[in-house]
């Protein structure tokens, strides 16, 4: 559901059955633990039947109980505090081995992106990337270091690459304000969303600049601003959300432009190579039989 849930379960109009209204006053007080409950164990939790539940879910206007818990999970990423987030992973890892809990749930996250990004979107951004005079690459906060990563290799591949410093509202503005139709943004957002991202985004796509939203959902709010949607999936692993997935999704999309511009990448590598040897940009190995 589009719509904000927890507005809906609270919205007094709705004319909810006794044991629906257990469930709905459950799920506004508790909607973090609720997120990763069963449909049995929510049922026991409020003295329900798991069916019963099931039918809740339905007169909402899910297809099943899992579509609701999905929209749950999904709201949580942006309203929980950091605090909150801690109690959430604790409750979810309990005493099962930490490392062995979130490496598994980021091998599943990249192996859910694989099957789910579209791959239309993605070869309709790698175009618009090549055809593009200027790229602006633009991520806040925690997205802000893929934003980076992004921008490392590409300015290895074009010449007209704008990594937009998000420190400061103004500055980002500043940065962008040149923008044109011409031109392509990537902008990288994941929970918590920033706010100032957004207001960026609306501004760029207000200058008719083609947009790659790189997310999570299509419920995100940088996705209506994207003309190409590219969605990894991100789920919470303690603090913060997994940037696993997005990190793929970016690798592959670095690979794909490389290899679509290969003579032109060739031509720079070569010249690179050149230059980090002459300046001794990175350590070598010395050979065992050297003196």
Same mark, same amino acid.
């Given at each position: 559901m589009? %719509?904000?849930?927890?507005?809906r ?18 799920i506004?007080? %508790? ?21 019963t539940?099931?039918r ?6 899910f ?18 505090t ?13 005493n ?6 979130v ?27 090549? %055809? ?21 290799y ?10 937009? %410093? ?6 980002m ?12 943004c ?18 760029i796509?207000d200058?008719?600049a ?82």
């Amino acid at each position: 559901m589009k %719509n904000n849930l927890l507005s809906r379960l609270e919205d007094k109009s709705i004319k909810y059955s006794k044991s629906h209204r257990k469930i709905a006053d459950f799920i506004i007080t %508790n909607y973090d633990k609720a997120a990763f409950m069963t449909a049995a164990a929510l049922g026991e939790k409020v003295g329900v039947s798991e069916s019963t539940v099931v039918r809740f879910a339905s007169e909402l206007g899910f297809k099943g109980y899992p579509e609701m818990q999905k929209e749950l999970q999904q709201m949580i990423k942006t309203k929980l505090t950091t605090v909150q987030r801690m109690e959430v992973s604790q409750s979810l890892i309990g005493n099962n081995d930490i490392i062995s809990t979130v490496l598994n749930d980021d091998i599943n996250l990249i192996r859910q992106t694989a099957e789910t990004v579209s791959k239309e979107a993605f070869d309709n951004a790698v175009k618009a990337i090549n %055809n593009a005079k200027k790229i602006y690459i633009l991520g806040v906060r925690s997205s802000a270091a893929l934003a980076y990563f992004l921008a490392f290799y590409f300015n290895l591949v074009f010449d007209s690459v704008i990594l937009v %410093n998000s420190s400061s509202a103004s500055e980002m503005f500043e940065q962008v304000f040149r923008i044109s139709e011409e031109d392509v943004c990537i902008a990288i957002s994941f929970p918590r969303y920033s706010k100032q991202a957004v207001n960026a985004l609306r501004f760029i796509s207000d200058r008719k600049a083609t947009v790659i939203s790189i997310t999570d959902t299509e419920n995100s709010p940088i996705a209506p601003f994207g003309d190409h949607l590219l969605v990894a999936k991100s789920n919470m692993a303690s603090v913060v959300d997994s940037l696993a997935a997005p990190l793929s999704l970016i690798n592959a999309l670095i690979a794909s432009v490389t290899l679509s511009r290969k003579n032109e990448a060739y031509k720079n590598f070569n010249e690179l190579e050149s230059v980090w040897d002459k300046y001794q940009v990175y350590e070598k190995e010395e050979n065992d039989g050297d003196e």
